[in-house]
Structure formats: structure tokens, C-alpha cells
């Protein structure tokens, strides 16, 4: 069995068959098995106010609801070529390190073109070191979507990025060191263009996943060999939403897979998933957008398994948010937001983003309940007022303080989800109604349409 990129599972194969020589492994390769994920992005918002091209970091349980980490501010920029990254893609080497690669391009200018790649080592994604750029081709063209994995028959690392040779293909660059790079050569180019290929490593199979420009969609390919030109397209076309491109693979450290696509139409910046048992077949299944939260603002990133010490390691070193926003339960693409003082539920993304952005402190009336302060506008609180929810500053009054402040407890259409009662009306609860915020009379009785309006995710 195969190492595979961002599927290597460093406990997962024997131990016993190590042990016998029937495996070649790296040092170390048993030291803990991965029990959680990291994520690399970088950042963008429909206006451009949430736009940084520098290396995000997020984390995540169960690799479907992510925090991000560095208040979702970047851990390392590049200093070199067009100054910012995008596409950030990190391989967990055969010794157990990491390398990061990423597009050399700052913002939007598709125009723009580098022959070069963003690269840096990292021991364990809390320091990142060796910071260089390495050149992929000659041609007067882009350097797009980097993604690499190790070639047992090659015994080196092959790298897979987008460019344009007179039509969009699928170049790869063979290495053993992410220094020094072999000649580029085409790796996959079908009879259209294509664009963002994902490959992963499974069994004696290389899965690529790419975006078909013709038609829009995402489809995977396989091969027996993973030589250059030696995939054949297995499934049938994927897409949610109106556009979607840079398919991104994960094998679950449970065994299953998910394949996530990243959405530009008719906003920028929202991500779709699916999810299958087994990647050879052609079986993937949309999920609900209620089952997972990727990071604010996140675009194009990749995913990879962690361990439990590489977990703790990044929140120690790079710390989570000190704010939260609260997901819809039954619109799970909106967020609690404010507007023109009104608070209500929009469609993410949007611009400002800050209006999702909440400080949850102590109860001003009450320190066992909550309160929440703009991010955005400090000092303003979410309050009620004559039953309708708005954002007002704290006017030091208690009754504003009443106003404000709210029991937290287990959501009222899902206990593993929250709700929130009024402090000073508390028979009532906060909820969405025409995608207002206003608190009405619910309990466990109440229609179930009434407790999922009242229902809401905390997360980051």
C-alpha cells in the first residue's frame, strides 16, 4: 500500500508487517495514527475586503467544521516574485515533515504569468523555514493550483499544476527535494482544457480530479501507472451551486473520502462537498451545507490528517479566534449578521464580512448567560426591542444589559446545536423570522419549523 499524498496516515498501516520487511516506511512512520486535519488557504470576500495572499491555517475534529487559527490572519507570506500565494497546497513527506507549495500571484490579474512556485519545509506546520521560489517551465505562461504526491515507482515526488501550452493542460515536474525540479512535461491533457487538478495515491490506483472547462463540471480520472498521459475519466460530471472549481481530495481518517469544490459564481468564496465510501466507484453524494463550516473567507486550500500532538501543537502556537458567528440550523448557508442596525440572517459570503463577527462575553445582566459584541463595532451589543433584535451600543442601563443578555442551551431542534433564551423574557428565544432576528415564545412543544428558526451553530 502506497503512501499517499494528504491520505498518509502515519498509523495506519501494521505495525507487525512493518516490523516483518513486507513494507518500506519512513522513520517514525508508527509514532500515532492522525486523528485530526489541518487546512491551508488563503482568503477573499465578494468586494475584496477580506483579500490576503498569505498562508492560512485552520483545524479541524472531524474534518468538516473548522476553526481558523491566528484570529484567521496568515502565518507566513511570500517575500519574493509577485509578493502573495494563492492555492496553497501542503504533502506530508515520506519522513514525516511537510512541504507547502503555492501559486505565485497576488489577487485577480489571470493575466499575470509566473513560471515559478512559492515553497517552504515546516517540521510540524508551527514554523515554516527554507522559504524559496522554484521554477517549473519556460513558457510564457501561468504556474496555477499546485498539488504533489509521492511516485513509489519513481521513488520521487511528482508535482501536478495547471498551465497553458496553447491550451489549458495538466503539467508535472518530478523531485526529490522541492529544490531542484526535473524538465515539465504534459500530464494530463484530455480532448478540452483543463484546469485545478487534486491527485491522491490509493491502493495500486492514482486518483486525479480535475475541473473540465467546457462543460464547468468536476470529474475524476485514474491510472494504474501515474505516468504522465496514462489517466482515463471514471465518473460522471459534479458540481453544486453555479460554478465550481478546485477540487479537493481527502480520505478521512476513518476510511471514507471527501471530495470538496470551491464556488465563484454568483458570489466568490463558498465551498460545496461530497462525500463517498470508496473513491474507485462513482458514488459521490452531495452533503448538506448544515454538515460543515470550511474557515472565514477561506479559497482554494487543501487538506491534509494530523495527529493529536500536531493538533495541540498548532492551537498552542498559533492560538483560536477570540470571536464566533452563529450558523442557521435551517439555512445553513446564513449567518447572524447585522445591517443598517437590524440584526438578521444573510447569505454568506458577503461584504462586510465583520458583520458576522461576534464577541460572546459574559452576560451584561447575568454572567452565566451571554452576550454578543460586534467584532466590528465594539461597544454595540445584539439587544432585543420591543421584541425585534438590533445591534445598539451599550447605554448602561439596565435594562439595556437585560436586553442583552441570553441563557445559552441545547438547541431546541438540535441538542448538539444552541439556542438562546432571554434573560428577561424567558419564555422567549432568539430566532429568524422572514431572516430577522427577534425573540417569540418557544419551548420543546413549539412547531418544529419555529425551534429550527431558534436553532444555531457556534462556530468560527
Do not use: C
Not at 516574485?81 to 507547502?100: A, H, K, N, S, Y
Not at 482544457?193 to 490509493?202: E, K, P
Not at 454578543?372 to 420591543?386: A, I, K, Q, T
Amino acid at each position: 500500500m502506497p503512501l499517499t499524498r494528504r491520505a498518509f496516515t502515519v498509523g495506519a498501516l501494521s505495525a507487525a508487517a512493518a516490523a516483518s520487511g513486507a513494507l518500506s516506511l519512513p522513520r517514525g512512520a508508527f509514532a500515532a495514527a492522525n486523528t485530526a486535519y489541518a487546512m491551508a488557504y488563503f482568503t477573499e470576500t465578494p468586494n475584496g475586503l477580506g483579500a490576503d495572499y498569505g498562508l492560512h491555517l485552520a483545524v479541524s475534529r472531524d474534518g468538516l467544521n473548522w476553526t481558523p487559527l491566528n484570529q484567521n490572519n496568515p502565518v507566513v507570506t511570500p517575500t519574493a516574485g509577485q509578493l502573495g500565494l494563492r492555492d496553497p497546497f501542503v504533502l506530508r513527506r515520506t519522513d514525516g515533515t511537510f512541504v507547502v507549495l503555492a501559486t505565485d500571484l497576488k489577487g485577480t490579474n489571470w493575466g499575470l504569468t509566473s513560471q515559478y512556485l512559492h515553497v517552504w519545509d515546516s517540521a510540524d506546520l508551527t514554523a515554516f523555514t527554507g522559504y524559496r521560489r522554484i521554477r517549473m517551465h519556460t513558457l510564457d505562461t501561468h504556474t496555477w493550483a499546485p498539488t504533489a504526491f509521492w511516485d513509489a515507482a519513481r521513488g520521487q515526488y511528482a508535482i501536478v499544476y495547471s498551465a497553458n501550452n496553447g491550451r489549458d493542460v495538466l503539467f508535472v515536474n518530478y523531485t526529490s527535494d522541492f529544490r531542484t525540479v526535473s524538465a515539465s512535461q504534459v500530464y494530463f491533457s484530455p480532448a478540452f482544457g483543463v484546469l485545478d487538478g487534486d491527485v491522491v495515491v490509493d491502493g495500486g490506483t492514482t486518483y486525479l480530479y480535475y475541473k473540465n472547462l467546457d462543460d464547468g463540471y468536476l470529474y475524476g480520472a485514474r491510472s494504474t501507472t501515474a505516468a504522465p498521459n496514462s489517466f482515463t475519466t471514471y465518473t460522471s460530471g459534479l458540481r453544486q451551486g453555479n460554478a465550481i472549481e478546485a477540487p479537493l481530495l481527502l480520505r478521512t481518517n476513518e476510511g471514507g473520502w471527501r471530495l470538496w469544490g470551491d464556488s465563484f459564481s454568483p458570489v466568490n468564496n463558498d465551498y460545496y462537498a461530497w462525500s463517498t465510501t470508496t473513491i474507485s466507484g462513482n458514488s459521490w453524494t452531495p452533503l448538506n451545507q448544515r454538515d460543515y463550516t470550511p474557515p472565514l473567507n477561506s479559497k482554494h486550500g487543501s487538506m491534509i490528517g494530523i495527529t493529536d500532538a500536531e493538533y495541540a501543537g498548532l492551537v498552542n502556537r498559533w492560538g483560536t479566534p477570540n470571536w464566533v458567528r452563529l450558523k442557521s440550523s435551517n439555512f445553513p448557508d446564513r449567518y447572524v449578521r447585522h445591517a443598517d442596525r437590524i440584526a438578521r440572517v444573510d447569505a454568506y459570503p458577503f461584504d462586510p464580512y465583520q458583520d458576522q463577527m461576534w464577541r460572546m462575553v459574559p452576560g451584561l445582566a447575568d454572567a452565566a448567560g451571554v452576550s454578543f459584541e460586534s467584532v466590528n463595532y465594539p461597544g454595540n451589543y445584539l439587544r432585543h426591542y420591543d421584541y425585534a433584535v438590533r445591534l445598539d451600543p451599550n447605554d448602561g442601563t439596565a435594562t439595556f444589559r437585560a436586553d442583552a443578555t441570553f441563557h445559552r442551551t441545547a438547541g431546541l431542534a438540535d441538542a448538539t446545536w444552541s439556542s438562546f433564551r432571554s434573560y428577561n423574557y424567558p419564555t422567549r428565544y432568539l430566532r429568524h423570522y422572514d431572516y430577522r432576528l427577534r425573540i417569540d415564545p418557544l419551548g420543546a412543544g413549539s412547531p418544529a419549523v419555529d425551534r429550527q428558526d431558534a436553532t444555531f451553530r457556534v462556530t468560527a
